[in-house]
């Protein structure tokens, strides 16, 4: 073989065992980002969150919160208003009930002002920027589930909510049953993911993460049993006792239990975050805009969820940042 066949032989041969250079993420140099949260477990990641942003007077749009923060929040109807009902496969945004004669939308998504602007649409908004911004710190979006479950002919059901977030987000999404595959989980990923690290950021970048939240914890687990390892979505049930963490959380079937590896909790119960935390879990709190982000990230809290998110910093001037 001639010299210069064997050079380009064994070249070709290290290029195919020596695998290729991660793309460098587009969130590497955002100042809100401590550099090190990149080969840092989610888990281990302090963030300031967004409390909803999708509301007018908190953000101009929607994914302009996403200059600040990665992880939104929208809270979802499946009627109209007060008194009007709903339609299949389709959920309405906005923070209180609603009255008659209202599109049924009052948020900042794209579509603004047409009625238009449905749940489908602010998904659409951030599947847009992700797609924009490839290898993102991974977003995290809060679905705050303001009204129980329709019946399965209503379609708008557990099923149809993960079908809608599929063909939104497809493998861009990360779920339940991934990270219960990554710790190598056989049983209950409550209790298996203790002591264990989810992924990084890096492993993470341009995912998708979408969290469950609802007053009721029995709404949560009527999801859970629903999809089982099919879920595109974790549940993060409201937290106030040791149970909710690694046991059969108030409200919940031991079933849906099993499938918690987040915790949502109020300003009044921020205490239970450090043993969210120890479980293996990622708590958020709401509710503690008098509290400062330093001291949520002493008492262990990963999601820092505020009004003012763009106000809220560690002394560094990031908003993400390793324990």
Excluded at 100 to 121: I, M, P, V, Y
Excluded at 259 to 268: D, F, L, R
Aim: charged share 15%; aromatic share 10%.
């Amino acid at each position: 073989m001639k010299l210069k066949t064997l050079v380009a032989t064994l070249a070709a041969a290290a290029c195919a065992w020596w695998p290729a250079a991660p793309a460098l993420a587009s969130d590497f140099n955002v100042p809100f980002i401590a550099p090190t949260v990149w080969n840092t477990p989610l888990n281990r990641i302090a963030q300031v969150a967004c409390h909803n942003c999708y509301q007018k007077q908190y953000a101009p749009t929607f994914t302009s919160a996403l200059n600040s923060v990665r992880t939104v929040e929208v809270d979802f109807w499946d009627q109209q208003d007060a008194v009007s009902g709903g339609s299949a496969k389709h959920w309405f945004v906005r923070h209180d009930a609603g009255t008659l004669f209202q599109s049924g939308n009052d948020n900042n998504c794209t579509g603004d002002g047409t009625g238009k602007n449905d749940l489908q649409a602010c998904l659409n908004d951030i599947k847009a920027w992700s797609d924009a911004n490839a290898a993102h710190f991974p977003i995290i979006v809060v679905l705050d589930k303001k009204q129980g479950w329709s019946k399965a002919s209503s379609q708008r059901t557990p099923a149809d909510l993960d079908e809608l977030v599929s063909k939104t987000f497809g493998s861009a999404l990360f779920t339940p049953a991934d990270l219960k595959n990554f710790i190598g989980s056989s049983g209950a990923l409550q209790t298996d993911i203790a002591g264990k690290a989810w992924p990084s950021a890096t492993a993470l970048a341009g995912k998708i993460i979408l969290v469950l939240n609802h007053t009721e914890n029995q709404r949560l687990s009527e999801y859970a049993e629903a999809r089982g390892a099919s879920a595109k979505i974790f549940i993060s049930p409201v937290t106030n006792g040791q149970n909710d963490v690694n046991g059969t959380v108030s409200g919940m079937s031991a079933t849906a239990s099993a499938w918690v590896a987040m915790n949502n909790m109020q300003s009044s119960d921020r205490a239970w975050a450090v043993n969210s935390d120890a479980a293996g879990h990622i708590g958020r709190v709401w509710g503690d805009d008098g509290v400062s982000f330093a001291d949520h990230i002493a008492g262990h809290v990963q999601l820092s969820a505020y009004y003012d998110f763009a106000a809220n910093q560690d002394a560094s001037g990031f908003r993400i940042r390793p324990f």
